[in-house]
């Protein structure tokens, strides 16, 4: 099959109603160039006049190679002409080639949302439509509520569509705006609505709220619709919209759909994806489909034994087809084939049958049962593996370290806690003593090991803390409880690795974690 499908991203105007997301102008216009980059077809901007972000990203959109930029809006208001509508000349002053209007499809939001006639509905979908491809845009039709409005009259739903159509509207995207529809309901409206409409260009929105929306998404496509509508890594109001980062391979690698990405370009989809999220100060979700660090993870031993044969055993898809990568996890629950395997991604060599292998197996499953986590701390393994059967420089020798919590009232009169922290340690055969303040013990550990280090080791400027976390192993044992800290670091290429310190003393442990993460990022340099 190579028909084509195209893909319309809202994420800049559905996307930004979700909880704790607040676009600036530099996030559009640094989203835009990452969905301009690539491939996609329409990219939805925001909704000129709603708000001073969007109005300031209009005005200073970026040139696109690939996608069509478009503007957002509704149809004209009851009692005024499409000329005279406000709302209507704001979409046009954002001079997009393309725009989406949304109108009511649903006879009961029309009488008690509207509180105006049907046939006043269809005038204001057909006029405001009719005033837009006049001045020579592209117009896409949202039919709000579409699929409920179905349901209740069908006959007034295809009423709205008709409107539309005949006045101009390229596109007729149904709406499952309430996010409640299922695949077989979406498939067999949509097949209706093509015999009924044949000359029609359909396309699909569908929202989250029953986890269906990439499955209704789909479903549409299988039964005709040409346009899909969603947002990257399914962001949007309440559950979310449709994932256009689950949506795309699938239709290219599963149902043989044409978009406008190429094979090339869909291996940089799990960078995208990341990207975002990075803007957007979220953590990805690891466990996201073809993009999550876990979409192509492997624990169970026999899993990595099969693996080890065929690859098509426990993956559905080659992982570098989106950019990702295969993970084998270690952890009490590996065999020799996880172990092997993972240290030949780390490039030792070792034959299957040595014994330092064997003993290898035995410490992960002995230090796990104490509480180390090794398949989320990939560094603080390998570090482990390299001690054990390789070797590992000795970057810095640690004498001590002290931590001191002092509250205190400041300048302003104001009481505020300061974390200081001494480390002795010695760093090429010289002796140092380093003091350094902190807005907590952990932080102020860190500055005084990165200020003695840093003369030697320059590149560690480049090192950053990116997350950290504590989980309390024995909560039983209440405030003396086995603490686990997880530390997360990147460098300014945007790699990353994780590390793990394990003690009853949160300092202790978050230092053994901050040692590895060092000693990961110097010995990674050196090689």
Sequence with gaps: MNERVYLYDSTLRDGAQTRGIDFTVADKIAITRLLDGLGIDFIEGGWPGANPADDAFFAAQPKLTRATLTAFGMTRRAGRSAANDPGLQDVLNAKTPSICLVGKAWDKQVETALKISRKENLRMVAESIAHLTARKRTVHFDAEHFFDGYKANPAYALEVLSAAHDAGAEWLVLCDTNGGSLPSDVKRIVAEVKKKLPGAQLGIHCHNDTEQAVANSLAAVEAGVRQVQGTMNGIGERCGNANLVSILPTLMLKMGFKTGVSEKKLAELTAVSRAIDDRLNRAPNPHAAYVGASAFAHKGGLHVSAMSKDETSYEHINP??????????????????????????????????????TALVRAVKEREAIGYAYEDAEASFELMARQMLDAVPQFYELQSFRVIDERRINAKGKPVTMSEATVKLTVKGVRKMTVAEGNGPVNALDAALRKALVMKYPQLKSMHLADYKVRILTPADATAALTRVMIESKDDEGKSWTTIGVSPNVIDASYHALYDAITYFLLKGKK
Excluded: F, H, W, Y
């Excluded at 270690?330 to 780390?346: E, F, H, P, Y």
């Design 320 to 357: 570098a087809r989106v950019g990702n990568r295969r993970l084998v996890l270690v952890s009490d629950k590996a065999g020799r084939a996880n172990i092997l395997t993972r240290l030949a991604q780390m490039g030792l060599k070792i034959a299957p049958e040595d014994e330092g292998v």
